[in-house]
């Protein structure tokens, strides 16, 4: 049993997810690496839900190592409370300002999947609002404390750059605060070759939750459904948060939702990553794949043997080597291409090895004559670009531990 083994059967217990036999058939862990158990955990977000799993199975680490698996699940899920606390400040503060706004991920898809809103980790709070410009939206968030962050709010309204990548959301982080709030507007979709979907469509067939007597407007179970795969095959399934998820859907006992979803999935081209999910979940939980969704992968003739080990080895170092000049390229060619069905969305992927992250033309930029050298230069941003991600790391470590 390997650790990242261990880990999904912890998962799977404490999220009511059927427990995969143990490696070699018995539980011992004396012989598991505690150190690069605790690792996995925390780099597939689901430290809270190892430390139940494993009370779950009856299982222990030694008392250090339980120590800090505990101390980093209290840590994050005072992070989730208050970020909490503001959610219902934010959306109502959308709702007042006449700005129609949907809770996507989060606590809102922890609550319809689990029923809890602090079952799922999470650590940000996504915001889908239907508005022409997210620049209405700055006010608002200043009012709570939170200023854009990363991705200027300017760089997500104003007409892109050939050469540059899409920006589609707004994010906003609170001084001291670890947590970030993403907005996303009306170009949620843009730069997603492989999910098209109609904002306004989206609206309409929106529901709600309700947390603590407040009712909050989300994603239909089915939408969230499609959204969740689009989303986690978009990212090779490099974390098992987003597995998890995927599996509790496919879990549940709802033939009118996976008739749904199945629609949904046709009507967007998605059987290619339908089957793919699948094919990656069945490889870890025994899940009897529910009779609608099986239908499409059945009918599914397109072999992705290169996508789906691309996604299972993204998946068991949790994405650890996403950012290396070589997986960039592997992940689109060797792992996004069979997964496009169609010609245009072949060619968009092609193309977008090339366009420029707006982070980096923030970082470096070029007036508009010489914005050709962001092409031979786009190798070289990954290097900065790590860089700026290990200081925010580092800082909202700090900020947890203070």
């Not at 190798?379 to 290990?390: A, G, L, N, S, Y």
């Amino acid at each position: 049993m390997n650790e990242f083994t261990l880990l999904a059967r912890c998962c799977a217990a404490a999220r009511g997810l059927p427990v995969p036999d143990p490696e070699g058939g018995g539980d011992d862990i004396s012989r598991r690496d505690e150190g690069a158990f605790i690792a996995l955990a925390k780099q597939h977000k689901v430290p809270a839900t190892a430390f139940a799993g494993l009370k779950a199975l009856g299982l222990a680490f030694g008392a250090p190592a339980m120590r800090d698996l505990k101390r980093t699940a209290a840590s994050q899920g005072a992070a989730r409370l208050l970020l909490m606390q503001e959610w219902p400040l934010i959306t109502e503060a959308f709702k007042s300002a006449g700005i129609p706004c949907l809770t996507i991920k989060g606590p809102a898809s922890s609550l319809q999947l689990y029923g809890s809103a602090l079952t799922r980790e999470f650590g940000d709070l996504d915001l889908l609002v239907n508005v022409p410009e997210l620049s209405c939206v700055v006010p608002i968030m200043k009012s709570f404390g939170y200023n854009s962050f990363l991705y200027s709010v300017a760089a997500a309204i104003a007409p892109h750059s050939a050469l540059a990548a899409k920006v589609h959301h707004a994010v906003f982080q609170k001084e001291g605060r670890p947590s970030l709030v993403e907005v996303h507007g009306r170009t949620w979709t843009d730069g997603r070759d492989l999910y098209r979907e109609d904002i306004d469509a989206l609206f309409a067939r929106s529901t709600s939750v309700t947390h603590n007597g407040v009712a909050y407007s989300t994603l239909s179970l089915a939408d969230q459904g499609v959204f969740l795969i689009a989303h986690g095959v978009s990212h090779a399934w490099c974390l098992l948060h987003w597995v998890l998820d995927a599996a509790a859907l496919f879990n549940r006992s709802d033939e009118a939702l996976h008739r749904e979803m199945a629609q949904r999935i046709v009507a967007l081209g998605m059987e290619r990553q339908l089957k793919l999910t699948v094919g990656l979940i069945k490889k870890l939980f025994p899940i009897l794949i529910p009779e609608p969704l099986m239908a499409i992968v059945a009918e599914e003739r397109r072999r992705l043997k290169g996508s789906l080990g691309f996604a299972r080895e993204s998946l068991h170092v949790g994405g650890r080597k996403m950012n290396g000049n070589v997986n960039i390229f592997r992940l689109s060619l060797v792992y996004l291409m069979p997964l496009a069905p169609r010609f245009w969305q072949k060619l968009s992927i092609l193309t977008s090895l090339w366009l420029t992250p707006q982070s980096d033309i923030d970082a470096l930029p070029l007036p508009r004559f010489l914005r050709f050298l962001y092409i031979p230069l786009r190798p070289f941003f990954v290097i900065p670009r790590r860089i700026m991600r290990t200081l925010h790391r580092r800082r909202s470590q700090l900020a947890r531990a203070i």
